[in-house]
């Protein structure tokens, strides 16, 4: 095909297709599709120390993505909040879980407020408001798909899943 000559809208949509063979798409890394995450170490002084706030687990430059991301699809957390204090974690997420490492307190979510202890789950979708209060010094290990939302460029908007507590 010269320069000259348009190319056929059909032709245009196949160009922009990639084929994969099964043992590529079972096995990414060993394929070479995909690059093995970076190692690094996370060390509990993040979250024993310090003042109320959110402690990204973060290996964005590795990855090469634009914000605080532990995988290209996942940001996984540290939060802090000391006793009496409280935290807003709104995320450009879909969802968010989190695993009460150690404290008590409650979060509230939308108009929903939920208790939480040591060894409790809590799964959330996107909310409006999301606010957690400790009765007593607290860490969570909180995980989110704001980098996967980010890499696509879309909102979440909507809830698609229903909030859910598993106690320890």
């Not at 990414?28 to 310090?50: D, Q, W, Y």
């Not at 957390?77 to 974690?89: D, H, K, P, Q």
């Not at 969570?140 to 890499?151: N, S």
Request: a negative charge; charged letters at 15%.
């Amino acid at each position: 095909m010269t320069m000259s000559q348009p190319q056929n809208p059909l032709e245009q949509l196949l160009e922009n297709c990639r084929y994969y063979e099964y043992t590529q798409a079972a096995d990414p890394i060993g394929s070479g599709a995909i690059s093995k995450l970076p190692f690094a170490n996370f060390g509990s002084e993040l979250h024993r120390t310090g003042g109320t706030r959110i402690i990204p687990l973060d290996v964005s430059a590795q990855l090469h993505c634009p914000s605080p991301a532990t995988s290209p699809a996942l940001c996984a957390n540290f939060v802090r909040i000391l006793a009496g204090e409280s935290l807003a974690t709104n995320f450009n997420a879909t969802s968010l879980l989190f695993y009460v490492m150690y404290g008590s307190g409650r979060t509230d979510f939308d108009d929903l407020t939920i208790p939480w202890q040591t060894g409790d789950f809590v799964v959330l979708p996107i909310g409006k408001d999301t606010r957690h209060f400790a009765d007593s010094d607290a860490a969570f290990y909180l995980v989110h798909d704001q980098p996967l939302l980010t890499y696509l460029g879309v909102k979440a908007e909507r809830q698609c899943f229903t909030d859910a507590v598993y106690c320890g």
